[in-house]
């Protein structure tokens, strides 16, 4: 797991980028914290691959038709689980993985306070 901080920022605006793609089965999932028992956004988590022969199914926050996905608050907590044994089983190739990039407004009095 991973921690997204910005300190003073109103909200967090995730967004995929367009080269992002995980093997069936493997999900991305934002929580409020460490606990992991509460997400952001779709409680399945986010999936999909560009891969040959499995089209381009996928529900990445900001790629295509879906939206950015907005966190209000100034942190969360992304995991990637991989169902890796699944992917052997059916010979699937290493996929590109994801990346994002996250949008975190600070208003001007945070702004001077980190300054």
Known sequence: MVTVRSPGAA??????????SLAPGD???FFRDETASA???EV????????????N???????????PLVIPTDRCVIRLRSNQQASIQVGMQAQWGFGIDVE?????AAA???A
């Open 11 to 20: 909200y967090l605006v995730i967004k995929f980028d367009a080269k992002t």
């Open 27 to 29: 999900r991305i999932h």
């Open 39 to 41: 997400v952001w956004g």
């Open 44 to 55: 399945g988590g986010y999936t999909g691959t560009n891969m040959p022969g499995y089209g």
């Open 57 to 67: 199914n996928h529900n990445w926050p900001g790629l295509g038709n879906t939206p």
């Open 104 to 108: 975190a407004p600070v208003c001007g």
């Open 112 to 114: 001077l306070r980190l």
